[in-house]
T-cell receptor, first 111, second 116 residues
Framework: EDQVTQSPEALRLQEGESSSLNCSYT??????LFWYRQDPGKGPEFLFT???AGEEKEKERLKATLTKKESFLHITAPKPEDSATYLC????????????FGSGTRLLVRP | DAGITQSPRHKVTETGTPVTLRCHQT?????MYWYRQDPGHGLRLIHY???????DKGEVSDGYSVSRSKTEDFLLTLESATSSQTSVYFC???????????????FGPGTRLTVL
């Protein structure tokens, strides 16, 4: 069964304290892995798509990496405005529309 | 922001009443989706559409129906709302970024539905 697990469920960081969020997945062939950011009361906002093991994408203080079984979202020197829930989703190779989402990691960055 | 609006943004209704949520897009994308988001479950697909009058079921479709009579509008109907359908509902559309190998889904702002 296709499955996505994100850890930790919640993470508290001090401003400037770098860390990583984990997304482990089980899927019968990976078409793509997606990262989204979601602020309270809003819809998910697209961040990155990764397609193959070894691929990396960066945007400001965020860097996403991908292996054959998991993805990491590295946050370097976070700021309070990075506080949000980060969602990971995988798209199986046999579907061009289906996304399987994890439950997310709630990140709080304190000043 | 992708041009997606949802209406209403908040709704409180009673068990047994019909409810229709609307999703409107200005991007002319072919695919549209309805998800629900509940604590501990993540986002789960209810129904999706791959064109006008072309729809299919997702993983949690029981108790929901959809219609798409125009490219820009995708309606989600709860025929007889139940308390288990209290949730936040998100519409999404998908389109291809230049050079990408697959479509990216873009989400609307959500509708918070409470069924009493």
């Amino acid at each position: 069964e296709d499955q996505v697990t994100q850890s930790p469920e919640a993470l508290r960081l001090q401003e400037g304290e770098s860390s990583s969020l984990n997304c482990s997945y089980t899927v019968s062939g990976l078409r793509g892995l997606f990262w989204y950011r979601q602020d309270p009361g809003k819809g998910p906002e697209f961040l990155f798509t990764l397609y193959s093991a070894g691929e990396e994408k960066e945007k400001e203080r965020l860097k996403a990496t991908l292996t054959k079984k998991e993805s990491f979202l590295h946050i370097t020197a976070p700021k309070p405005e990075d506080s949000a829930t980060y969602l990971c989703a995988v798209q199986p190779m046999d579907s061009s529309y289906k996304l399987i989402f994890g439950s997310g990691t709630r990140l709080l960055v304190r000043p | 922001d992708a041009g997606i609006t949802q209406s209403p943004r908040h709704k409180v209704t009673e068990t047994g009443t019909p409810v229709t949520l609307r999703c409107h897009q200005t991007e002319n994308h072919r695919y549209m989706y309805w998800y629900r988001q509940d604590p501990g479950h993540g986002l789960r697909l209810i129904h999706y559409s791959y064109g006008v009058k072309d729809t299919d079921k997702g993983e949690v479709s029981d108790g929901y129906s959809v219609s798409r009579s125009k490219t820009e509008d995708f309606l989600l109907t709860l025929e007889s709302a139940t308390s288990s359908q209290t949730s936040v509902y998100f519409c999404a559309i998908s389109g291809r970024i230049a050079g990408a190998a697959t479509d990216t889904q873009y989400f609307g702002p959500g509708t918070r539905l409470t069924v009493l």
